[in-house]
């Protein structure tokens, strides 16, 4: 008898851990609160017609490089644009930092910390793979890799104790840009560790990249082949007590993958008092809140090289970005914020009518906040590209409580499942090398609250449906799913 596979949630790691296992021979059923599958992996015309935006995720650099989508061959479903500037950082007194994939153009601008830069970054570029083997699985785990781990951990100690070896204000602010990606402080171990990797990316091949009509187009890719594998995916299921759940028989193989926040798991019947206290404790935070724009015209940048990169940090300079983030983490709300924006459409000419532009942005905030950002936004924007304000056809709106009450994983409006300090990089969203396996038999964790962490990379999926293999006695390689030709050792 085939056994059952229900997945709850269908974000990126939802819809990995789904065609994983239907692939591997599964009856796969996904249950989705939202009207249409995706999760953060959408893209939807919300402001004006012919605008099309991204619900969340936009760039993926983690996308291009990871295992799971290699194997699956993503770069042969979706058409990635790759621009040549992977992200940009505006000042106010002088030309923007900018981080070309290059890595000499880059560091022949930074001028006195070139070298410095190339230190950090460029051991790790060259050898991408290797470090995403030690960052893609739990910390916990034993270390593959033992040089790529010791280069990584070294740069890590180096940028997160001390701040980075840099001395100028173009450095260390294109350097505190990307580090503010995660809410930590600066500096920090953790916020050290997703700056390095991030930054690692933008000076590669693959860079950071932009999907081509959306990123609607990852979850359509995976939703096509979820179904040509006979799954199925039902929409405007939320579910919020496992007890009502039917999840099939244990005895009999059939499994359940949660994707979402992992304190679902404490309403399992049967659920360990301190498993269930665990989950229920892990921390939160802080949330985002986000602005999309539809313009009439492309962003009017005092320096236009910053119309190179999709990617653009603004925040100012490195003390200010690490004030405004410190201000967040102690629940106020920043009056000068660090903003992440995206325009997309600099690469992506399908994501706006001709000569118009679509942007969106977001900025740190409390869990819970009910602050409507649009003001604090371009006001931000408007320091660096006066004249925006004039341009704006459409706009949309989500603040923290909108994007908690819309998305059930998204707790507060924490959209990277868990707030990122070194000991919930570890323990998330519990102490285990396998955080994917719960105590409840045939029950799995497969959300961003769990090993690796955020990011579109789908390898908390992975790793959840590969628990499940291994504890089913199946295979659990990527080759025993895939063409073997796509695999890098």
Not at 272 to 279: F, W
Not at 280 to 291: N, S, T
Not at 444 to 460: F, K
Request: no cysteine; proline share 8%.
């Amino acid at each position: 008898m085939t056994p059952r596979a229900t997945v709850v949630g269908s974000g990126p790691n939802g819809l990995v851990a789904a065609v994983s296992l239907a692939r591997a021979g599964y009856d796969v059923r996904v249950l989705e609160a939202a009207s249409r599958p995706g999760g953060g992996i959408r893209s939807e015309a919300i402001t004006v017609d012919g605008f099309v935006h991204d619900l969340a995720s936009a760039v993926h650099p983690l996308a291009a490089t990871s295992a799971w989508f290699r194997a699956f061959g993503l770069a042969d479903r979706i058409e990635w644009l790759v621009p040549e500037a992977s992200y940009a950082h505006p000042l106010e007194d002088g030309p923007a930092a900018v981080a070309w994939r290059d890595l000499d153009r880059t560091t022949d601008e930074l001028g006195e910390d070139g070298r410095a830069w190339r230190w950090m970054l460029e051991p790790l570029a060259a050898d991408l793979d290797s470090v995403l083997a030690v960052t893609g699985g739990s910390i916990l785990s034993a270390p593959r890799h033992p040089r790529a781990l010791a280069r990584l951990g070294v740069r890590v100690a180096a940028t997160g104790l001390a701040g980075p070896p840099l001395r100028t204000v173009h450095a260390r602010a294109l350097w505190a840009g990307v580090v503010a990606h995660a809410p930590a402080r600066q500096p920090s171990l953790a916020g050290a560790a997703t700056g390095l990797l991030l930054a690692a990316h933008a000076h590669t091949a693959t860079g950071w990249p932009v999907p081509r009509g959306g990123a609607g187009s990852i979850a359509d890719a995976l939703l096509a082949d979820l179904r040509a594998h006979g799954g199925v995916v039902e929409t405007g299921v939320t579910v919020r007590d496992l007890a009502q759940l039917d999840r099939g028989d244990p005895a009999a193989g059939d499994v359940l993958l949660l994707a979402g926040a992992p304190r679902l798991a404490a309403t399992l019947p049967g659920v360990p008092a301190a498993y269930a206290r665990a989950v229920r404790g892990y921390r939160y935070g802080p949330a985002v809140a986000k602005v999309d724009l539809a313009l009439s015209e492309p962003v009017p940048w005092r320096d236009p090289r910053v119309s190179s990169s999709p990617t653009v940090h603004l925040g100012g300079t490195s003390a200010q970005i690490a004030a405004a983030e410190r201000a967040v983490l102690n629940g106020r709300l920043a009056r000068d914020p660090y903003l992440l924006l995206v325009q997309p459409s600099v690469v992506d000419d399908t994501r706006a009518p001709q000569g118009g532009a679509t942007v969106w942005a977001y900025l740190h905030v409390p869990l819970g906040s009910t602050v409507d950002p649009t003001d604090l936004v371009l006001r931000r924007i408007e320091r660096f590209a006066p004249g925006v304000r004039d341009l704006v056809v459409g706009r949309h709106v989500a603040r923290a409580v909108d994007l908690a009450a819309s998305n059930p994983a998204a707790i507060g409006g924490d959209g990277l499942g868990g707030s990122l300090s070194l000991t919930q990089l570890a323990r998330r969203p519990v102490w285990s090398t396998a955080p994917w396996r719960t105590p409840v038999p045939g029950v799995y964790l497969a959300s961003a609250a769990t090993a690796p962490g955020p990011g579109v990379h789908g390898m908390a999926g992975w790793h959840a449906a590969r628990t499940v293999l291994h504890d089913a006695g199946r295979p659990t390689g990527l080759g025993d799913l895939f063409d073997r030709s796509r695999l890098r050792e």
